[in-house]
């Protein structure tokens, strides 16, 4: 484990601190606006994945995303991702798109979201270049919640299933902050562990319309 990486323990530690801000640390949301959920938006964010294994260097990708609200309480949304590694010339791309039913309480918003994601990798060894596709459901449980006016905390936790024979799966665990800072411009910071593999920094931008 790299000295960049948040202990696995700490990291359940954090998720449990961000569960419970959102549960007692509210006030008032029936004059805000704050959270991403219910809303209309593009946007992009840039990435860095640190991992746990010493063999192959750390990650720097870039998302681009949509969201929109289906109805009440449902949203749709799109992502598209690229990554590179340090090693190998290793290529991450991904392509996913994912519904989220929340409930809104007033001061918090429970949520679960179902989500399927295309994945390709390709790397060179040796002069020799290695691809490999395969398809990934996902299915998560959080909760997002408003600390401010325009600011709201989250977190989810996710069963991840590969598609494939041998049927490879895995946990995530994700927190982090929003916030509109202007009624059309949102910004997110967000940590993301994939149980005992890795830990993703983010940093997005998000356009409302």
């Known amino acids: 484990m790299t000295s960049t990486m948040i202990p696995h323990t700490t990291s359940r530690y954090l998720i449990a601190v961000f569960f419970i801000l959102a549960l007692t640390g509210i006030s008032r949301a029936q004059q805000m606006d704050a959270g991403f959920l219910g809303k209309r938006y593009a946007g992009a964010a840039l990435y860095i994945e640190h991992l746990n294994s010493g063999d192959i260097g750390n ?103 590969y598609f494939n024979d041998k049927i490879d799966s895995y946990w995530t665990y994700k927190f982090g902050i929003n916030a509109w800072v202007t009624p059309k411009l949102g910004a997110v910071f967000s940590v993301s562990i994939w149980d005992g593999e890795s830990t993703t920094y983010a940093l997005g931008m998000m356009y409302r319309f």
């Open 59 to 161: 990650g720097n990708g870039v998302e681009l995303n949509g969201n929109a609200p289906l109805a009440s309480f449902l949203d749709a949304s799109v992502q598209a991702s690229y990554e590179k590694f340090g090693n190998y010339s290793l290529k991450d791309k991904r392509l996913g798109a994912s519904l989220t039913g929340y409930a809104d309480l007033d001061t918090w918003k429970p949520f679960a979201e179902l989500g399927f994601t295309n994945t390709a990798q390709s790397s060179t060894v040796s002069g020799i270049e290695y691809t490999n596709s395969e398809n990934l459901c996902s299915f998560g449980v959080g909760v997002e919640a408003p600390v401010s006016k325009s600011t709201a905390v989250f977190g989810v936790v996710a069963f991840n299933r």
